[in-house]
């Protein structure tokens, strides 16, 4: 006798090979030579998911803008991550667009006597960061003292710049955080003009995205959990963090309407900087079954006449009607059966 092997999860197909009967003073049916083991009968939840591919990139990608006209003579790695005091590009061999964290862009030129505001606090934050202010003797505030003056060209001299206490609008690029380098949009030896494209820039944080047919939204509910299968063959999980309100019509005629859904990652999964827009398949929650009572789907067994059957561990055939399955259990109901018994499955 062999088991019968169930489909995919949530098919709930599966294929006899062959037929028992079960009830009445029938022996125990001959097991052919296939291996088996024991299971128990035990309860836990099942979720059945659903498997969408998806794409893995990097969270709040934009680009990096030219801040001033120059020939382009260094730019950085795709893959790279570049932190805080640090350059993005060089133009004309000197460093260009230092780096700095906040979520504020750069807007008006820095300079003693400028009009207070956030962005000048968002400047003093750095500068005490970066241990400019050793003394501790500039205030972070929105107001831009002596002091700050002071920082700025420490900042500078560590630099090689012009320390004169002044920092030009396209000398600095504010992000929030680390900025991970993505697709180079310039190339070395390239004249560019302010405003010109330089390279794509996104954090360190890892996101998965999914164009979801709009007829199956109701597989994406935000803040509902999944289960993402990575490049290198290891799952993560997620959470939905936006369901896109409008659907677009995909590229090729015929296509149907998708929404964009975003899922965040957690773990260690979460962070990184090697794969971009690599393939992923993502397990939306399809169905859940709270303390259901389940065995492995390789417990099962085909039935004259139709229907299942598990056989305990003292050789009993137990019919059963088989519910949800997923990640290898079956929800399963019958007379006689309880939490805690044994049943035979193949290995």
Same mark, same amino acid.
Do not use: C
């Given at each position: ?47 059945? =998911?659903?498997?969408? /591919?998806?794409?893995? !990139?990097? &969270?709040?990608?934009?680009? %990096?803008? *030219?801040?001033?006209?120059? @020939? +382009? ?95 030009? =609008?396209?000398?600095? /690029?504010?992000?929030? !955080?680390? &900025?991970?380098?993505?697709? %180079?949009? *310039?190339?070395?030896?390239? @004249? +560019? ?95 859940? =079954? ?8 390789? &417990? ?48």
């Amino acid at each position: 006798m062999k088991r019968a092997a169930v489909a995919a999860a949530g098919a709930a197909a599966v294929v006899v090979v062959a037929v028992l009967v079960v009830g009445g003073d029938e022996a125990p049916p001959v097991r052919a030579a296939a291996a088996t083991a024991t299971a128990t009968v035990e309860r836990r939840d099942l979720v059945d =998911r659903e498997s969408i /591919a998806g794409t893995l !990139g990097y &969270a709040d990608a934009s680009p %990096l803008l *030219a801040g001033a006209q120059g @020939t +382009v003579t260094w730019l950085p790695e795709p893959g790279s991550v570049i932190r805080r005091g640090r350059p993005l590009y060089r133009l004309d061999d000197e460093p260009a667009a230092w780096l700095l964290y906040g979520s504020l862009p750069a807007w008006r030129d820095f300079a003693p006597g400028m009009p207070d505001g956030e962005d000048v606090r968002q400047l003093e934050r750095n500068l005490r960061a970066l241990g400019h202010d050793p003394d501790g003797e500039m205030t972070v505030d929105d107001e831009w003292t002596w002091a700050t003056t002071a920082a700025v060209q420490r900042f500078q001299d560590e630099r090689g710049l012009t320390e004169d206490g002044t920092l030009a =609008r396209g000398e600095l /690029a504010f992000r929030d !955080g680390p &900025a991970r380098v993505g697709e %180079l949009r *310039a190339r070395l030896g390239q @004249t +560019v003009a302010p405003g010109a494209e330089i390279a794509q820039l996104s954090t360190t944080r890892r996101e998965v995205t999914v164009d979801l047919e709009a007829t199956r939204q109701r597989l994406a509910r935000k803040g509902a959990g999944v289960t993402v299968e990575l490049p290198d063959g290891r799952t993560a999980r997620g959470r939905i963090a936006e369901v896109g309100s409008v659907a677009e019509r995909g590229a090729e005629e015929g296509a149907e309407p998708t929404i964009e859904v975003t899922i965040t990652l957690r773990g260690r999964a979460a962070r990184g900087s090697g794969l971009d827009q690599a393939p992923v398949d993502v397990g939306f929650e399809a169905a859940r =079954r709270h303390d259901a009572l389940v065995v492995p789907v390789t &417990a099962l067994l085909a039935v004259a006449g139709g229907g299942y059957a598990v056989e305990t561990g003292e050789g009993r055939l137990v019919e059963v009607d088989p519910g949800t399955y997923a990640e290898d259990y079956v929800e399963v109901e019958g007379a006689g059966l309880r939490e805690g018994m044994k049943v035979v499955t193949a290995e």
